[in-house]
């Protein structure tokens, strides 16, 4: 099986070298954890280390703001966007799509296509309800836009806001059953912590282990363990 690295230091040796290539990712976790830094670190580190396109489509926050949020880390991310290495989209709640599911699927697989992207991020898919309000619906949209990308062999990163609560995996209750992985983040100040819930054709890691996110990003310690039980 192909792996595709995460470029997250100390992840890879969690998921037995790196993510299934053309996989779907489940980033779940509450507000704070780290999602969108993980996320970007993934494109960027893809763009910058493999030469691998990356597209991060936001539903929620602007370029700008993620372009801003990002300049505290040693990350030189203008070169990468001018060779089309690394773009990110903003998708616009659009109210005259509302439960047009082909055609909310059919704008991030333009973007995919059009850059021919290996990498793809989409944050969040919570925000799919704001399209889409029946949950089984939700379900086919996202299996419909995940069956598609994996056509494409992109390797996809799909992030969903939860409470914070250990045993939550998702917001919908169905995207963990969707999804290839799995891989939660916790945020008990001043505790980070990340647990890889499944990860399909991996004899992934079992314990919940640190990470910390400083100038350099976000980081894995592999090597140190933290109790479930100690989480709240």
Not at 25 to 50: E, H, V
Not at 146 to 156: A, F, H, P
Not at 186 to 210: C, E, I, Q
């Amino acid at each position: 099986m192909n792996r595709v690295k995460s470029g997250i230091p100390g992840l890879d040796q969690l998921v037995e070298g790196g993510f299934p290539e053309s996989s779907s990712i489940l980033l779940s976790g509450g507000p704070g954890t780290g999602k969108s830094i993980f996320c970007l670190q993934y494109l960027y580190n893809g763009a910058k280390d493999y030469g691998e396109r990356g597209i991060y489509v936001t539903l929620e926050e602007g370029p700008h703001n993620l372009w801003w949020n990002m300049q505290r880390f040693k990350w030189d991310l203008l070169p990468l966007e001018k060779d089309n290495l690394l773009k990110i989209f903003k998708f616009e709640p659009n109210l005259d799509m509302k439960d047009d599911i082909e055609g909310q699927t059919k704008r991030i697989l333009d973007k995919a296509k059009e850059l021919d992207a290996k990498r793809l991020v989409i944050d969040s898919i919570t925000a799919f309800s704001f399209w889409i309000e029946e949950v089984p619906k939700i379900r086919y949209a996202l299996y419909v836009l995940m069956e598609e990308l994996r056509k494409m062999n992109v390797t996809t990163i799909l992030t969903t806001e939860t409470t914070g609560r250990k045993d939550e995996m998702s917001r919908f209750g169905v995207e963990e059953f969707l999804t290839d992985g799995v891989i939660q983040l916790y945020f008990f100040p001043p505790h980070r912590s990340l647990f890889v819930r499944k990860m399909r054709g991996t004899a992934n890691d079992k314990s919940v282990r640190p990470f910390k996110i400083d100038n350099n990003g976000f980081t894995v310690d592999s090597r140190s363990e933290i109790m479930w039980e100690s989480l709240r």
